[in-house]
């Protein structure tokens, strides 16, 4: 499809990004533009104008602190998320979901915070950053603010930023001792596709027992979906083979997949139950070790 | 085995650099000046009649130089069964019918590729929508709408053969089978979409730059479809990013280039984009088949009867020749006594399909191969030893084919088995793994003339000098499968020469000897190779006359080429350096240079082919017993191409059938509604990449092909067929479920698994 015209901008700072927002109301962020681009080449997005982030100083910026945690920027790239020394240490699932992202190509041009800010339900950076109670940091004409990042999906390609805003940074909370984390996706293809599912969890122990689970899924609903009753199934019991079968089988219940051209209805819901089993173990074992 | 110099070695390939480097010159690359763009409109609905198209905006859109629909041409039906005019049922742009979505209605040409888009957008057509057909069981309804009026069955070739008595045979057996298997289309997915370059010259001559795997077809069939002499047309192929069958006939915007440059006077390029190649390019025929198989107790196969349905898509493309030789691979690798196929091409409301990489036998083969792993388990016999018993071997004469002059078949089952651990394997696999087999034969270039060619099927020039070089010219396409460098591999034996010594111009009609039918068919290290050979030959008749009378020998002498010199086998230091020799040749010719030719076309070998390949595959596989994920863990191959000419090459050919039949048993599908194909990318169209590819271990069977040039037949199609039955019955062995309806996906197996 015809690349329609339009005036491509790289404001230097954020709050000349933000001025252009206000300025140009149909202009559109961009950062690695691995998802915007395809949408205007081949979905018939057509935009006038379109901004980019990447000229903006100091959003690259990758930052883990002993005591805020994890804090990704911007323009920081999916390819140095993956191979970031401290995240691979201390939050080593996120680096696996970004690793775990695209072809070494898009990676080395797309970012964490353009996976985000896409929306798509199947985004393989969101489940994990969503068990983590991660926030985003958002910078707009009513100046800074800081949103849970379960309340930023709204819907496929929709999130809760209000006009001329823009997510300058995503921060995971230092992880509580005795916490595990995992994150499985499945595709039709092994090493480089678009989720069919996939689910992420967190586990924080006291003793033997889950005093603290989150479960989150993807791509089986217009958001990354929280499986509640399958958390309380969890929270507060040792985690047995009993108890994680029943979670599967909970987890399995608490989505609506539909069919598309990657996996079925079916598929996915029997999928959401045997990945929720294997999450939940292996975040179990890793918050035991 | 012969004592080869360059034959038999890994020679790195002549286009390798060039493409590492990005040097190389694809259709897409080349611009000329004043060079306009081409777009084609493409039709929306899967079947419709055409009522009217109204082109003024688009052509007065300020860059737009030509629009044309098909009242515009000369309304001429192309195809390449030429001896059979019925079957040719495609014009280049649709006249009153279209008959699948993405069928080509109009093109536009203007200053960039941008604006003829555009255009494009400003194309009016009123259609009126007519029910269709997307399955061949619809298509085969009584009453079912019609797509082509010609043919009101819907069932445009019938292809019969039968010899022995199948009834009788079924009667006498202890064990009869009997099965019903689908299987799916898929692309080609070459990384180079198509692209041609058209220009006209000021005496109205074309020239046509293409990504074809057939420049001569491409020549004569663009001419009869321009009302033109052939002779005027003159074909290019540069290079090509692959074709696997795809790229085997004339195409549409291959016509429009020429009949645009034509009329306006100026170049046109077209290039078609990914979506375009997926939404409408060729595909491997999606078949049905139904198959009876009998066998004695003891696993002696007492015959098969055996129907396909083809589903052949909007057009017959070259779908007349799969449903000739999926009946022909029906009963080629094994000794069926009695025989019946009957084979029915069916036109459907979707993209037509077409050859592609192994024309008929993957889909022939996953039957044939999957029904003999159901028969030996059911029969209690192992399947290796089922092969072997029912195996062909050299000299067995295939009724109404040919008697096969070389089979390496029974020892490459035996070097797979043994390569594999399989009877171990086999016997107490580990919890989720399995090993399973398939099997192939394949044709090294076809006989059955049906593009009706007055040429030889293949030609060489050779041309050397007094440097001591040679020349090659050459029809033949060297399309990525290599063959640019495997001819002068041959050359370079036959006159004892190096690589370097050799130059090669090829795949340019206006130059290079008439004729070559193309890159398909894995004919040209068979075809190209002989008359490579038969050229060289004669060049040493002369060069060794030369020499016999310069050295004054005694005629009993044999003399010989090697490391650039000629000389008398048993006197070699009375050689002479090869160059001395072409020049000797030259003065007692008063200065005319020394340019021989060679031809080949297979004669008194029957109908199908003059030789075929054989081979073995074992697939080992782990399957996730929860989410039905199949890891393929790795392959042993063993197979038998007569003398390997370049082992690089074929280990080559191996790797990408590797991965072609993991995608195909595994992966990769169109996912379609009411013809529409809902995944005309390579995100959602899973084609393996690298990372995907198993380990792989090959043997290669030494055996020697006496019809082929030094032996050699063919490596380069067979290999894409025994992948999927191979992991089909590595995931029955692991899994209880037996896939016959490929492919193999993990929602089947979880369905199918034993509990
Ligand atoms: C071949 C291929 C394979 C892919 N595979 C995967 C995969 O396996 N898993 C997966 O999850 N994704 C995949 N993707 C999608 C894509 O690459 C990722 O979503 C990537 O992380 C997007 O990052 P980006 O920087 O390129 O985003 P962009 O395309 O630049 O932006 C995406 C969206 O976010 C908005 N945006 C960007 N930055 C900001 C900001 N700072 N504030 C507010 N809004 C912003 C943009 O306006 C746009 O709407 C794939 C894409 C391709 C082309």
């Known amino acids: 499809m015809r690349l329609s015209h339009f005036d491509y901008h790289a404001p230097e700072t954020v709050a000349q990004a933000i001025a252009l927002m206000q300025a140009k109301p149909g202009a559109r962020l961009m950062a690695g533009g691995t998802d915007l681009l395809i949408k205007m080449r081949h979905a018939g997005l057509k935009l006038q104008d379109v901004i980019s982030v990447k000229s903006i100083k100091g959003l690259n910026t990758i930052t883990v602190d002993e005591n805020k945690g994890l804090s990704i920027g911007a323009t920081a790239l999916l390819a140095d998320v993956a191979l970031h020394p401290d995240i691979l240490k201390y939050y080593p699932t996120v680096a696996q979901a970004a690793r775990g992202t695209a072809n070494a190509q898009v990676r080395n041009m797309g970012t964490v915070i353009g996976n985000l800010c896409n929306a798509s339900p199947a985004a393989d950076n969101a489940p994990t950053l969503l068990a983590m109670n991660a926030e985003v940091e958002i910078h707009g004409p009513g100046g800074q603010r800081r949103m849970p990042l379960e309340q930023f999906f709204k819907g496929p390609g929709i999130t809760a930023l209000q006009p001329a805003e823009i997510v300058t940074a995503v921060h995971a909370p230092k992880l509580a001792p005795h916490t595990g984390t995992a994150y499985i996706s499945l595709s039709a293809r092994g090493q480089l596709d678009c989720t069919a599912v996939g689910v992420a969890a967190m586990i924080v122990l006291k003793g033997k027992a889950c005093e603290e689970v989150r479960i989150f899924i993807s791509s089986c609903g217009p958001t990354p979906v929280r499986a509640l009753k399958t958390e309380a199934i969890a929270r507060g019991k040792e985690l047995t083979e009993a108890v994680i079968e029943q979670a599967g089988n909970q987890a399995a219940g608490e989505v609506k997949p539909i069919a598309d051209v990657r996996a079925s209805a079916g598929y996915r819901e029997k999928m959401v139950a045997v990945l929720t089993r294997r999450v939940l173990s292996q975040a179990y074992t890793r918050a035991s070790e | 085995m012969k004592d080869f110099s360059i034959v038999g070695q890994s020679v790195p390939r002549n286009d390798g650099r060039a493409k590492a480097t990005g040097t190389a010159v694809y259709t897409d690359d080349i611009k000329l000046p004043g060079m306009l763009h081409g777009k084609i409109l493409r039709s929306p609905f899967p079947h419709a009649r055409i009522l009217h198209i109204d082109t003024t905006r688009a052509a007065a859109l300020p860059g737009v130089k030509c629009v044309i629909v098909g009242e515009d041409t000369p309304k001429i039906k192309y195809g390449n069964w030429r001896l059979f005019p019925d079957t040719q049922d495609e014009y280049p742009l649709a006249i009153d019918k279209v008959r699948f979505i993405g069928d080509e209605v109009a093109a536009v040409a203007a200053v960039d590729a941008d604006t003829a888009e555009e255009a494009l957008g400003l194309i009016k057509v009123d259609y009126e929508e007519l029910p269709g057909v997307f399955d061949i069981d619809s298509s085969i309804k009584e009453g079912a709408p019609v797509l082509h009026d010609y043919c009101p069955s819907n069932i445009s070739v019938n292809r019969k053969i039968h010899y022995g008595d199948i009834d009788k045979a079924f009667a006498e057996s202890d064990y009869v089978r009997e099965d019903i298997f689908t299987v799916h289309a898929v692309s080609p997915a070459y990384l180079e979409p198509c692209a041609a370059v058209a220009q006209c010259d000021l005496d109205g001559r074309i020239t046509l730059w293409t990504s074809t795997q057939v420049p001569y077809i491409i020549q004569c069939l663009l001419a009869s479809t321009m009302n033109m002499r052939e002779n005027d047309i003159r074909v290019i192929k540069p290079f090509v990013g692959g074709g696997f069958g795809g790229k085997m006939e004339l195409r549409t915007w291959e016509f429009c280039a020429a009949f645009i440059a034509k009329k306006t006077g100026r170049p046109v390029k077209f290039t078609l984009t990914r979506e375009e190649e997926f939404l409408a390019g060729r595909r491997r025929h999606g078949m049905k088949l139904y198959s009876k198989v009998g066998f004695k107790k003891d696993g002696t196969l007492t015959g098969k009867d055996l129907k396909i349905y083809l589903d052949g898509g909007g057009y017959n493309a070259m779908g007349p020749t799969a449903t000739f030789l999926c009946g022909t691979f029906g009963a080629m690798l094994y000794r069926y006594p009695n025989y019946r196929f009957l084979g029915q091409h069916v036109y459907t409301n979707k993209p037509p399909a077409s050859a592609m990489r192994g024309f008929g036998a993957p889909q022939s083969l996953f039957a044939t191969e999957t029904q003999m792993n159901i028969a030996a388990e059911e029969l209690g016999i192992d399947p290796i030893e089922l092969r072997i018993k029912n195996a062909q071997v050299t000299g067995d004469k295939i009724p ?69 070089t040679a020349h090659l010219l050459t029809m033949a396409a060297d399309i990525g499968q290599g063959c640019d460098t495997v001819l002068k591999q041959i050359l370079a034996e036959e006159l004892g020469l190096k690589m370097e010594d050799i130059r090669i111009t090829s795949a340019d009609t206006a130059v290079t000897p008439q004729a070559d039918l193309g890159a398909w068919g894995s004919r040209l290290t068979m075809m190209n190779g002989n008359a490579v050979v038969q050229a060289a030959k004669k060049i040493k008749a002369k060069l060794f006359g030369a020499v016999s009378a310069k050295q004054n020998l005694n005629v009993i002498h044999e003399l010989d080429c090697k490391d650039g010199k000629v000389f008398p086998k048993g006197r070699p230091e009375r050689g002479i350096s090869f160059g001395d020799a072409v020049a000797l040749v030259q003065k007692a010719n008063r200065g005319e240079p020394i340019v021989e030719r060679g031809y080949y076309t297979p004669r008194d070998k029957g109908l199908v082919t003059p030789a075929f390949s054989f081979g073995a595959q074992i697939a080992e596989v782990d399957v996730d017993p929860d989410t039905g994920f199949v890891k393929v863990k790795k392959f042993w191959t063993a197979h038998d191409c007569g003398t390997v000419i ?40 899973k084609m393996p990449n690298a990372m995907d590819v198993p380990p792989s271990e090959v043997a290669h069977i030494h055996t020697y092909e006496p019809e082929g040039p030094m032996g050699a037949k063919e490596a380069g199609e067979g290999l894409a067929i025994p992948t999927a039955p191979a992991i089909a019955a590595a995931v029955h062995h692991a899994t209880g479920y037996r896939c016959k309806d490929l492919p193999i996906t993990p929602e089947k197996i979880l369905a199918g698994k034993r509990q």
């Open chain 2, 400 to 468: 109404d084919v040919a008697t096969i002059s070389s089979c390496g078949f029974i020892e490459a089952l035996q070097k797979a088995a043994e390569m594999s651990g399989w009877k171990e394997k086999r016997r107490s696999p580990k919890p989720g793994q399995g090993i399973g087999i398939g099997c192939y034969s394949f044709i090294s270039g076809g006989v059955f003339n049906w593009f009706n060619t007055q040429y030889p099927f293949s030609a060489a020039e050779v041309r050397v000098f007094t440097d001591g």
């Open chain 2, 646 to 685: 370049n082992q690089m090459a074929v280990e080559g050919q191996l790797e990408g059938s590797i991965q072609m039949g993991l995608g195909y048993a595994l992966s990769e599908q169109f996912v379609m509604q009411g013809g529409k194909t809902l995944n005309p990318n390579f995100l959602d169209y």
